[in-house]
C-alpha cells in the first residue's frame, strides 16, 4: 500500500479495519447495547404514566372487590364513587382534612417523618408507620355506614403484602380481607389471593365481647374460638405468621383501634 492509500486519521484507519477485528467486535457490541438501553428507558419512561394509572385502577378494583360490590361489567371509577374516602388520624381514630384526599399517598405519608414515625414494636416488620391513612366507607341508601374498608400492609417471607381489610358497620366482624400487592411465591404464600382461601375471613371476628383482640391466622384453632380463626395457609407458615401479625398489628391499638372503638361507640 502506498503512502498515498493509506486511511487517514484515527476513523479512517478503524474504518478500514476487518470486521471481525478486536475493536470493530467492541464498538459494535457496545453501540447496540447503548442503542438497546435507550430504547428501554424511553419505553419506561413513556409508560410510566400509564402504569400509574392501572395501577390505581387494580388498588380501586381490589377495594370494590374487598367490599363485595365489583361488577366487572361496570366502569371502575363509576363503582368507585360509591365509596367516601377520607382520611384518618390514626392516634385519634378521627378524620381530619388537613390533608386533600383526592391527593394524599399513603406510601409516600409512611416515608416522611413528619407524617410518620419510627417503630420500635414492630410486629409486622414495616419501620415506619403513617400517621394518617385513607380509608372508605360504604353507606347504605339512608346515608348510615354499611362498610369501613381500611389498609394495612405488612412483612410475609419475602416481601410486604399490601391489602384491605373491610368490616361491617359494627366495627368489629370481618366482610373479607384480600392483598392487592405482595411477592410471595405462587403456590406457597401467594395462596393469600386464592379465592377459597379469602372466603374464610368473612364472618370472623376480630375481638371478643369484652374487646379483647383475638383475630388469629393459624393452624390450631385457638382457645378464643373458630369465630375468631382463620387457618393458616398450607405450606406457608412464614407468609402465614406475616398476615397474623399484621391483621393484628393493625386492628391494634397502635393501628386502627381508637377509630373501630369511635365506630362502636357512634361517634363516625
Ligand atoms: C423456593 C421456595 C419458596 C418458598 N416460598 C414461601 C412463601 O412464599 N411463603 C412461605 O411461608 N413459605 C415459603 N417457602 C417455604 C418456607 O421456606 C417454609 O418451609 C415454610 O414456610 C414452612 O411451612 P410449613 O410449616 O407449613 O411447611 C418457600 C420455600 C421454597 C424452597
Not at 104 to 130: C, H
Not at 200 to 220: C, F, P, R, Y
Amino acid at each position: 500500500m502506498s503512502e498515498d492509500q493509506k486511511p487517514k486519521g484515527a476513523i479512517g484507519r478503524f474504518l478500514a479495519l476487518p470486521p471481525d477485528s478486536v475493536p470493530k467486535t467492541i464498538f459494535i457490541a457496545v453501540s447496540v447495547c447503548l442503542v438497546a438501553s435507550m430504547i428501554v428507558s424511553a419505553a419506561a419512561v413513556a409508560l410510566r404514566p400509564t402504569q400509574a394509572v392501572n395501577a390505581l385502577k387494580d388498588k380501586q378494583i381490589n377495594i370494590l372487590q374487598v367490599a363485595g360490590i365489583y361488577d366487572p361489567n361496570k366502569d371502575v371509577l363509576e363503582s368507585f364513587a360509591a365509596f367516601e374516602p377520607q382520611i384518618l388520624e390514626l392516634a385519634t381514630g378521627e378524620f381530619t382534612d388537613q390533608f386533600d384526599v383526592a391527593t394524599f399517598d399513603d406510601r409516600d405519608a409512611a416515608d416522611d417523618p413528619a407524617t410518620s414515625v419510627a417503630l420500635d414494636d414492630d410486629p409486622a416488620g414495616i419501620g415506619r408507620q403513617g400517621k394518617f391513612v385513607t380509608v372508605y366507607l360504604l353507606r347504605d341508601d339512608a346515608g348510615e355506614i354499611d362498610k369501613v374498608i381500611l389498609p394495612l400492609h405488612g412483612y410475609g417471607l419475602w416481601s410486604t403484602l399490601y391489602g384491605f381489610i373491610a368490616l361491617e358497620e359494627n366495627g368489629n366482624d370481618i366482610f373479607g380481607l384480600q392483598f392487592y400487592e405482595h411477592a410471595e411465591t405462587p403456590g406457597l404464600g401467594a395462596e393469600v389471593d386464592n379465592p377459597r382461601w379469602k372466603a374464610l375471613w368473612n364472618g370472623k371476628k376480630l375481638a371478643d365481647e369484652n374487646g379483647e383482640l383475638q383475630i388469629s391466622v393459624t393452624k390450631a384453632v385457638p382457645a378464643a374460638g373458630a369465630d375468631y380463626h382463620i387457618d393458616a395457609l398450607a405450606g406457608a407458615t412464614l407468609t402465614t405468621v406475616g398476615v397474623h401479625n399484621l391483621v393484628n398489628f393493625w386492628m391494634g391499638e397502635t393501628g386502627y383501634q381508637p377509630f373501630l372503638d369511635n365506630l362502636k361507640a357512634g361517634g363516625i
